[in-house]
């Protein structure tokens, strides 16, 4: 009888062991789908920026210096995007910020520019883009919190070395980049 009561515990320890292995690999895979998910409005917004500045490009040929940040700019967003860190994106991001906000100033000084149909198409296109980046970092960090919930509390934290899972980074914001550029004109 305590061959089988012996038995029925290990069974059960094993069940456990594999029900909190299959939780944390879950819950790893979820966080780096929500960073794929801001990849991908990265990418998009990274993608919106040549157009916009071609067509800012048309009425101020002038301002070279601003439209090769933004090539710069938009080449770290896509490396980053491909192989980079948590915080690498968010820079790679901030410096996007910062080249767009450039542009925008520039396509202020052209009113016939602010007027044309096809920017305002642009500019409604990045506004939604911003919003469904702002979804993904937030989705991503509600992702990590489950996460890291999960791999620094017991019985879960036993599991994390076998699952081969840890906790991983929050998606914050560069210093001055909470917000998304303001595109108002």
């Known amino acids: 009888m305590v061959i089988w009561i012996v038995i029925a515990v290990v069974v059960l320890l094993v069940l456990f062991g594999v029900y909190a292995f299959n939780k944390l690999r ?5 966080a780096q789908e929500a960073l794929g998910g801001v990849d991908v409005q990265l990418t998009r917004r990274a993608d919106l920026i040549p157009n916009l500045v071609n067509t800012v490009k048309g009425y101020a040929q002038h301002e070279r210096a ?3 940040e933004v090539t710069a700019a938009r080449a770290g967003v896509a490396s980053a995007a491909k192989s980079g ?3 690498e994106k968010a820079a790679a991001e901030a410096r996007l910020d910062k080249a ?3 542009v925008l100033a520039v396509a202020e000084a052209y009113p016939d520019l602010k007027a044309s149909a ?3 198409e642009l500019q409604a296109a990045l506004a939604d883009t911003e919003d469904k980046l702002s979804f993904a970092r937030q989705y991503y960090n509600d992702a990590v919190a489950s996460l890291n919930n999960l791999v620094k509390t017991i019985p879960w934290l036993f599991f994390t070395g076998i699952a081969g899972v840890s906790a991983r980074t929050f998606y914050d914001a560069p210093e001055g980049q909470e917000t998304p550029p303001a595109v108002q004109f």
Do not use: K, P
């Not at 879950?26 to 979820?30: L, M, T, V, W």
């Open 100 to 102: 767009l906000v450039d």
């Open 66 to 68: 601003v439209f090769d």
């Open 26 to 30: 879950r819950a790893d895979i979820a």
């Open 118 to 120: 096809n920017f305002q």
């Open 85 to 87: 860190t948590v915080e």
